[in-house]
């Protein structure tokens, strides 16, 4: 992330720009292999999405991590100038407003970290790994296998921390993976103006509601997900283009609105002018995740969930088509007033089985879904 406004670069990013060119400039290596990794210094952090673990042939787990290193940065005046780039004005919100304003743009002024490195120790596991080197954007991405001598079938969650530093000056953050079997439903769910009242089709209205106002669930929705989530080996998958600094708002809806909680699929973000992405970087954002887990879990069934505001029907077929024996069922929740015979739905849905997908009434609790088998 920059430091401040779109274009502007801060000190440290600027010396190591200049660093960068002399290097080339000398036939040298890139940066990242002329200075060595380092591990996190005191005021940077680590921040990760729950990803996923897959229990393998031999007992042991496959796990995906997905960190964000960065230092916060709190100088005075970025609130204000974010809001201004938004096109809000912070002094006609109420105080609670410009509390949760603050609170949900915090990570959007911090600067991504390069080149950090940490270790990684499981919960329940012995040993312990090391990180690769976080990128440009300060994303760390990794995929391991690990022994795991106390998981139970039962378990849903593989927990773990990261390790900073030595002896008592030891940081710890922590992060966690959703264990998900060989065989079962696994439901891809949207967030926004899907289990969240967003209102994307109204920008002003989807900036407050998403930096100013209380997260508001989407009617029925919570009960909806729970009831589904009672068929043994249920995993959930939430799937959205909100970018990756708004993960820690997300998690506390999620969870406090009582959805049943899953791994986390953010797109990433590291400029202001790319907050709100266009249609097409929506599109393969979606599309890339969702393929990702079709081949991760090749025994398992799907299920995906959207709205009408945006592209998910269309996306949503065209998953269904190329992987039809994967796609148990397809739900929309509608926000747009149109029902299962609109000419868009007959367009998307073409020849797809009618039984496989329906659409969710916006204004209460949907009814009970027959999962094909």
Same mark, same amino acid.
């Given at each position: 992330?920059?430091?401040?406004?779109?274009?502007?670069?801060?000190?440290?990013?600027?010396?190591?720009?200049?660093?960068?060119?002399? #290097?080339?400039?000398?036939?040298?290596?890139?940066?990242?292999?002329?200075?060595?990794?380092?591990?996190?210094?005191?005021?940077?952090?680590?921040?990760?999405?729950?990803?996923?673990?897959?229990?393998?042939?031999?007992?042991?787990?496959?796990?995906?991590?997905?960190?964000?290193?960065?230092?916060?940065?709190?100088?005075?005046?970025?609130?204000?100038?974010?809001?201004?780039?938004?096109?809000?004005?912070?002094?006609?919100?109420?105080?609670?407003?410009?509390?949760?304003?603050?609170?949900?743009?915090?990570?959007?002024?911090?600067?991504?970290?390069?080149?950090?490195?940490?270790?990684?120790?499981?919960?329940?596991?012995?040993?312990?790994?090391?990180?690769?080197?976080?990128?440009?954007?300060?994303?760390?991405?990794?995929?391991?296998?690990?022994?795991?001598?106390?998981?139970?079938?039962?378990?849903?969650?593989?927990?773990?921390?990261?390790?900073?530093?030595?002896?008592?000056?030891?940081?710890?953050?922590?992060?966690?993976?959703?264990?998900?079997?060989?065989?079962?439903?696994?439901?891809?769910?949207?967030?926004?103006?899907?289990?969240?009242?967003?209102?994307?089709?109204?920008?002003? #209205?989807?900036?407050?509601?998403?930096?100013?106002?209380?997260?508001?669930?989407?009617?029925?929705?919570?009960?909806?997900?729970?009831?589904?989530?009672?068929?043994?080996?249920?995993? %959930?998958?939430?799937?959205?283009?909100?970018?990756?600094?708004?993960?820690?708002?997300?998690?506390?809806?999620?969870?406090?609105?009582?959805?049943?909680?899953?791994?986390?699929?953010?797109?990433?973000?590291?400029?202001?002018?790319?907050?709100?992405?266009?249609?097409?970087?929506?599109? !393969?954002?979606?599309?890339?995740?969702?393929?990702?887990?079709?081949?991760?879990?090749?025994?398992?069934?799907?299920?995906?969930?959207?709205?009408?505001?945006?592209?998910?029907?269309?996306?949503?077929?065209?998953?269904?088509?190329?992987?039809?024996?994967?796609?148990?069922?397809?739900?929309?929740?509608?926000? !747009?007033?149109?029902?299962?015979?609109?000419?868009?739905?007959?367009?998307? %849905?073409?020849?797809?089985?009618?039984?496989?997908?329906?659409?969710?009434?916006?204004?209460?609790?949907?009814?009970?879904?027959?999962?094909?088998?």
């Amino acid at each position: 992330m920059s430091g401040g406004i779109e274009g502007s670069i801060s000190p440290p990013l600027r010396r190591r720009s200049l660093l960068a060119g002399a #290097a080339l400039l000398c036939g040298l290596a890139p940066l990242q292999a002329v200075h060595a990794a380092q591990r996190l210094e005191p005021g940077e952090e680590a921040l990760f999405m729950p990803g996923t673990a897959r229990p393998t042939d031999d007992g042991r787990l496959e796990v995906d991590i997905h960190a964000w290193v960065y230092e916060p940065e709190r100088r005075w005046g970025l609130n204000a100038a974010f809001a201004r780039y938004l096109g809000l004005s912070l002094h006609k919100l109420s105080p609670a407003a410009r509390l949760r304003f603050n609170q949900r743009t915090a990570l959007f002024h911090a600067e991504s970290e390069e080149g950090k490195v940490f270790e990684i120790d499981f919960d329940g596991s012995p040993g312990r790994v090391s990180s690769p080197p976080s990128g440009a954007n300060g994303r760390m991405n990794m995929r391991l296998v690990i022994d795991v001598p106390r998981l139970s079938p039962s378990d849903e969650w593989l927990k773990f921390h990261a390790v900073t530093g030595p002896g008592e000056l030891l940081h710890r953050f922590r992060g966690e993976a959703l264990i998900v079997p060989a065989q079962g439903l696994s439901i891809i769910s949207d967030i926004d103006d899907t289990i969240k009242r967003t209102q994307v089709r109204d920008r002003r #209205a989807m900036l407050l509601n998403t930096f100013a106002r209380r997260f508001e669930a989407a009617p029925g929705m919570a009960a909806y997900y729970r009831a589904l989530a009672q068929a043994p080996g249920t995993r %959930f998958h939430y799937l959205s283009a909100s970018p990756i600094q708004l993960y820690p708002a997300l998690a506390d809806f999620v969870r406090d609105a009582g959805f049943p909680t899953g791994s986390m699929h953010l797109r990433e973000s590291t400029t202001w002018r790319t907050l709100i992405p266009g249609d097409q970087d929506s599109r !393969t954002h979606k599309l890339g995740v969702i393929e990702r887990l079709l081949a991760d879990f090749p025994q398992r069934r799907f299920m995906l969930v959207g709205d009408s505001g945006e592209s998910d029907p269309e996306i949503y077929a065209q998953v269904a088509r190329a992987h039809p024996h994967r796609i148990d069922s397809i739900a929309i929740r509608d926000v !747009t007033g149109e029902d299962s015979r609109a000419e868009r739905y007959a367009a998307a %849905f073409d020849g797809i089985d009618p039984a496989r997908w329906r659409i969710l009434p916006s204004d209460r609790a949907p009814a009970p879904i027959q999962i094909a088998r």
